[in-house]
């Protein structure tokens, strides 16, 4: 920050003015590491400081404008050199002049929309961060601080049972049953599986939780398939008639609400894939799309009185003040 040794430098570091009782959560890095970021939720108040501190006491700082921004931004991989922002706020803390000693500014975004969930994945980013700036001839300065935003739901008012069949003509005829369409990031996934026909040697049997990201449009549609959790519900070959019990807690996974036509770049699709494999390691399956959301009302002592208010706003109701409506139910996605 200083030009071949001469002139000032200067360092900048944002704060938040309730770091101390602001809950921080893990979320995944683009290196795919775990660090723990403060957490948001739509219409939450973003305030707090700019610390500038000069290194060279003896020394004045020329500068251009001193400004911090709330930006959130999508961030295609195969696309790096463009980032596709939502949300762009500024605020000016100082006019173009100079300092001769350290300073702090105070800046507050109000009720801030977030539209989006924060989302690291194979293709695609989407992040909320701050950003300061001391605008120089030669070099700003600049600092980033990343923050963490959760979308929260309501319990969906229809959530129907998801029954199917699949078979193979006179060989195999069974029929799944799972108790709901759309589920908690926390639920439990309760069904059955009843066999009407077993006439093939059935060796194997899983409920596979897959995770379908899709990114881009028209000609540049990339999908990318995860399987996030693997579930045995069957060792040893089925009879007619017989009934296997499904039983699967989501608590333990890495999953996601579904996110569907995001700013119109990318989406997030959940899949129960069921598979059964026969002793001459044919795979047989069925696929149905599920919806994930995530629960809010656990969360609502915490909200502040300007989250309800602005969930108000955007909703229109004030009787789930900090919650948004989920998804539309699931297609019948089931194929063979």
Known sequence: MSFFGFGQSAELELVLSDAESRRRVEHKTEEGKKEKYFLFYDGETV??????????????????GIKVEFIGQIELYYDRGNHHEFVSLVKDLARPG????????????????KPYESYTGQNVKLRYFLRATVSRRLNDVVKEMDIVVHTLSTYPELNSSIKMEVGIEDCLHIEFEYNKSKYHL??????????????????????????????????????????????????????????????????????????RDINKKFSVR?????????????????QQEVVLWRKGDIVRKSMSHQAAIASQRFEGTS???????????????GRQ
């Open 319 to 333: 009787s789930h003040a900090e919650a948004k409506t989920p998804s539309q139910p699931a297609e019948n996605n």
């Open 47 to 64: 305030s707090g400081r700019v610390v500038l501190t000069l290194k060279n006491p003896n020394k004045r700082l020329e500068h251009q």
């Open 270 to 286: 959940y899949y129960l894939n069921l598979v059964l494999i026969d002793e001459e390691e044919r795979r047989y399956f069925k």
């Open 98 to 113: 100079e300092f001769t000693q350290s300073q702090t500014f105070d800046f507050e975004f109000t009720h801030v929309e």
């Open 186 to 259: 926390k639920d439990v996934i309760v069904g059955k599986i009843y066999f009407l026909l077993v006439r093939i040697k059935i060796k194997h049997m899983e409920i596979d939780i897959i995770k379908r990201e899709t990114t881009g449009t028209g000609p540049n549609v990339y999908h990318e398939n995860d399987t996030i959790a693997k579930y045995e519900i069957m060792d040893g070959a089925p009879v007619r008639g017989e009934s296997i019990p499904i039983r699967l807690f989501l608590a333990g996974y890495e999953l996601t609400p579904t996110m």
